[in-house]
């Protein structure tokens, strides 16, 4: 029997590192014969991206509670769709974003619901997925801007400096609810975050190696 594969999420506001280190730990992982993808979300099939392209990109407003379930939408779609088959098979999935984010940016940032009843709603979306391992990139939102600031802003990204400040203490928030989130200082030099988080996804996909 083939044994699932693994699941690692990044979290964490724009311009925080997210998918540099990704693309590091793909490389990495490839390197040493894991079978490994990666998605981004929303997105990462044509249902998925079509909704993205309406959350990131509509000239009409949304609401925040219509942003929860559209959301939540394209994830329950590429969860069923592209992750759990691949997991069934064996491949390690790295994701750029995942339920976390939800909680961090329409919970805490617009205080749609509170992160309990969005607790009890992720399921539904996941079918009960959840990621061996979470990293939570944890910067500034002044550093983060800085480093953004030449990048076109979509929707989501013109909101308000408040509004990421509440975004960033949320995912410190969460960060404290469950062993599976490692909260990462995202200020560090990319090459030192890349052995921290190598080290970590080292332990999980050769235990033991990893003594
Ligand atoms: N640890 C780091 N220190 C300095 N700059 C970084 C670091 N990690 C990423 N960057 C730079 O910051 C910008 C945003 O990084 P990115 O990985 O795209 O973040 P995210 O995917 O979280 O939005 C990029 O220009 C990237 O090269
Ligand atoms: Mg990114």
Redesign the pocket.
Known sequence: MISPGFLFT?E????????????LLREYLSSQGVPCESFREPGGNIVSESIRDLLLHSDHPITPTAEVFLFSAARAQLIEQDIKPRLEQGITILM?RFFDSTTAYQGYGHGVMDADTLQKLHPFATGGLLPHRTYI?DLSVVE?RS??QQ?EKDRIEQQSEAYFERVAEGYRQIASTASRYMILD?????G??HDAIRGDVTSWIHPAQGE
Do not use: H, V
């Open positions: 990044f964490g506001i724009d311009g925080c590192g997210k998918s540099t280190q990704l693309a750029d990139f983060a480093r953004t990048q995202a200020s560090r030099p990319i030192e975050l």
